[in-house]
């Protein structure tokens, strides 16, 4: 059982006394304040699973439709150069929700796992949020798989299902291995709305937010699409029918100068790649992840409806992140688990009423990491010490501010394999020390290995001292 404490509790003894709830429940001495400060602001915490950069705000691929996305975007900030912590499931979603690095947590892959068998002491957001005072409610895939069963909350709604085609498989397994990945289909679906797991998702956490609640809340969605496999209601395909798509570029070569440890590193995907290539498959999985990233924001798109004409729009913090990239055939690679742009770029959208400006924009590198302590300051909650991350509150009042340092990505299964991105540049340090060098100022796409030039010595050590722990 958890202390808690519950908000009116707290509201009448900061009234009374300057008392605040801390971690031994009500009536632990925690600060004097001089006045009663306002209450608490909701927060409304989007995931989606495996979505890269592929929406409009971050401008990943020309053709994605994601007007909710940009809606969100348009009332807050948009981190542009955003990165996950680690680019697999289960171990990001493990850093974000407990504030640590992998390397502080050592869960560097979806092996390490259950969260309480590995991290049996860690005080997870959502916990944090409920000792604080919050209800915090649950809907769809905020941790990996059974985790969202074993983790408190007041109130918590799976949300299963992902109708079929009518026949199987959708379009893409026929053509790949089922070592590569079993769930590697897609294809347009004809049912009914209400079987959707993103509807019945979205709708519970519309329900929520259209209840009285007398504390503040904390409501976490998580949604999994684009997460394979790529079955969509029909009318999203259809979407980009008329569009002439554009395919992610993906230059003869390009592999060259990768060292072969970097290239080991998610050897299922380069074959995964070379298949759907020689099937001539490329483009139908490229439009049918698109359907899957439009289908999700339009669901995205019904929760903001839903806030906006609640009596929480004006006190509600929104944040939404995705816990990886994914290749769809950049580096020829496909899926996520690589060190690249693609795999570790996230978007990482807030809207915080009275400190976010409409539409602004923060190219500084940032870490989902972040995500816990900004919350916390956001929340005007007492901050919690041995986090890794730092508060983005800074950067959403000056968007270019000082505040600058790198964010770290880290996975393999002894976390040897880690990337550092600063404001221009990425380096790579692979297990067997293998290196490579990225100058995104000129190749965005990541094509030319610097690693091996001298005159970038200076740098490349530089970042290097970034990943020495
Ligand atoms: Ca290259």
């Known amino acids: 059982m958890w202390a808690r404490c519950s908000y009116r509790v707290i509201a009448a003894l900061l009234i009374a006394s300057g008392v605040a709830c801390d971690d031994g429940g009500v009536g632990a001495q925690h600060e004097s304040r001089q006045t009663v400060a306002a209450a608490p602001p909701n927060v409304l915490f989007i995931a989606v699973d ?95 798989r059974d985790d969202n069963k074993t983790e408190p909350w007041d109130e918590y709604f799976w949300g ?36 959707w797991g993103e509807h019945k998702i979205s709708t519970a956490a519309i329900d929520f937010l259209n209840r009285d609640h007398d504390a503040p809340f904390f409501a976490a969605v998580g949604f999994r699409l684009p997460h394979l496999p790529w079955y969509a209601p029909r009318e999203f395909f259809e979407l980009y029918a008329e569009t002439d798509i554009d395919l992610p570029l993906a230059p003869a070569g390009d592999m060259e100068d990768v060292p072969a440890d970097s290239r080991w590193l998610d050897d299922r995907s380069g074959r995964a790649h070379a298949l759907i290539d020689e099937s001539g498959r490329w483009h139908d999985a490229v439009v049918a992840y698109l359907a899957s990233v439009s289908f999700v924001d339009s669901q995205i798109g019904r929760l903001l409806d839903a806030l906006e004409a609640s009596p929480y729009a004006d006190d509600t913090i929104v944040v939404l992140w995705s816990d990886h990239g994914f290749h769809l055939g950049e580096k020829e690679r496909w899926r996520k688990f690589t060190l690249w742009e693609p795999s570790t770029r996230v978007p990482l959208i807030w809207s915080a009423p009275g400190v976010t400006k409409p539409g602004t924009r923060s190219g500084r590198p940032v870490s989902l990491l972040d995500v816990y302590p900004t919350l916390i300051e956001l929340a005007r909650l007492p901050g919690k010490s041995g986090l890794d991350g730092i508060s983005l509150v800074s950067l959403m009042k000056d968007p270019v501010s000082a505040l600058s340092r790198e964010a770290v990505t880290t996975t393999d299964e002894s976390g040897l394999a880690q990337t550092v991105r600063s404001d221009r540049w990425r380096y790579i340090r692979n297990p067997d020390g293998g290196e490579e060098l990225y100058d995104h100022e000129s190749d965005p796409e990541e094509w030319s290995n610097l690693a091996e030039l001298g005159e970038h010595r200076t740098i490349k050590n530089s970042l290097a001292k970034k990943l020495d722990r």
């Open 50 to 144: 495996d979505l890269n950069d592929w929406v409009e705000p971050l401008h990943g691929h020309p053709d994605v439709r994601t007007p909710n996305i940009a809606r969100l975007a348009s009332k807050g900030i948009t981190f542009t150069n955003a990165h996950a912590s680690a680019p697999v499931c289960n171990s990001s979603r493990i850093s974000l929700m407990t504030g640590l690095d992998p390397n502080t947590t050592g869960v560097f892959s979806n092996k390490h796992y259950p969260l309480r068998e590995v991290l049996p002491e860690a005080e997870t957001l959502t916990r944090y949020f409920m000792r604080n005072g919050y209800y915090v409610a649950g809907f769809g895939k905020i941790f990996h």
């Open 160 to 195: 299963a299902g992902r109708p079929k085609p009518a026949s199987l498989p959708g379009h893409g397994v026929a053509a790949l291995p089922e070592d590569i990945y079993r769930y590697f289909d897609w294809g347009p679906v004809d049912a009914p709305m209400e079987e």
